[in-house]
């Protein structure tokens, strides 16, 4: 697998019409028995959440929450993708609750443009959000029960392969190397010793967890501290082709899901 070496300064790769794909999400997931709640409009998008009820419940047995968001920066176009693949393919654990919010940024996924509608990079307005979205976000949020288990997907213009972000402060049982063995099998993984400025073992970061020393927040990071006590961001390399990008991200989230709700 050969980077593109297309991405100088910025993402410069494929694009996709976020419009189909929100439509084609849709409809995907009503077929397979999602409900759908929209929490915001704006431009003729409108932001989706969807639902998905296990099996388990039937039986009034036990069920593992999951939380899956993605597109929240416009110029990361293989999440949206990804949760699009994962819907049709409804491997879902039978025991699995799943809140799937399939675009958080469809303007700047229309314009590829990482920014929201208000110029501003929505993945750090999380502690006094400003931005109409992340408000609204934050407002449905807070609306919700908690979650064992959040997944934040991602793409970096700029690395060298697969990487994620763990934030497990009561040192839970971690999935990250069954996710990183996962997306290992369709796409490279960065080995770099320091990613985005942290220190970085196997493509796995486990940040600093002090809300001192996070002026801005990303929505992983409220999410530790206001929805779950696990949360996961997942960094596919998008200097790969899109297939490349989708597939690792699709393999590590599964990885995730199985590992959680098979403990």
């Known amino acids: 697998m050969q980077r593109l070496g297309k991405n100088h300064g910025g993402y410069y790769g494929e694009q996709i ?10 409809i995907a997931a009503h077929k397979f028995g999602w409900t759908s709640e929209i929490f915001h409009n704006d431009a003729d998008f409108k932001w989706l959440a969807l639902h998905r009820i296990p099996r388990s419940t039937v039986n009034h047995q036990p069920s593992t ?13 293989a999440g949206p993708l990804a949760a699009l693949r994962m819907i049709y393919e409804n491997t879902w654990p039978d025991n699995g609750e799943i809140v799937l919010l399939p675009c958080l940024n469809p303007i700047g996924l229309a314009i590829n443009r990482r920014e929201g509608s208000q110029g501003n990079d929505l993945n750090r307005d999380y502690l006094n959000p400003q931005s109409p979205e992340i408000r609204a976000h934050v407002a449905w949020l807070e609306k919700q029960t908690a979650f064992d288990l959040c997944l934040c997907l991602h793409e970096d213009w700029e690395s060298h392969g697969f990487y ?14 069954a996710m990183i063995a996962a997306a290992a099998a369709d796409c490279p993984i960065d ?19 002090d809300p001192l020393m996070r002026p801005l927040w990303a929505e992983s990071f409220w999410l530790l501290q206001k929805m779950t006590r696990l949360s996961y961001t997942l960094e596919a390399p998008s200097d790969f082709d899109l297939e490349i990008r989708v597939n690792a991200l ?13 403990e």
Do not use: C, M, W
């Not at 019409?17 to 849709?26: A, D, G, S, T, W």
């Not at 929450?65 to 176009?77: A, K, L, N, Q, V």
């Not at 699709?250 to 098979?262: D, F, G, K, N, R």
């Open 17 to 26: 019409k976020i419009r189909e794909v929100l439509r084609e999400i849709e």
């Open 65 to 77: 929450r999951f939380y899956i968001s993605t597109g929240i920066h416009g110029d990361e176009p």
């Open 164 to 177: 994620l972000y763990e934030l497990n402060p009561d040192q839970k049982p971690s999935f990250s190397e």
């Open 191 to 209: 080995q770099s010793e320091i990613i985005e400025g942290r220190e970085a073992r196997g493509g796995i970061i486990r940040p600093t967890l």
């Open 250 to 262: 699709v393999a590590a989230t599964q990885a995730a899901l199985v590992a959680a709700t098979s």
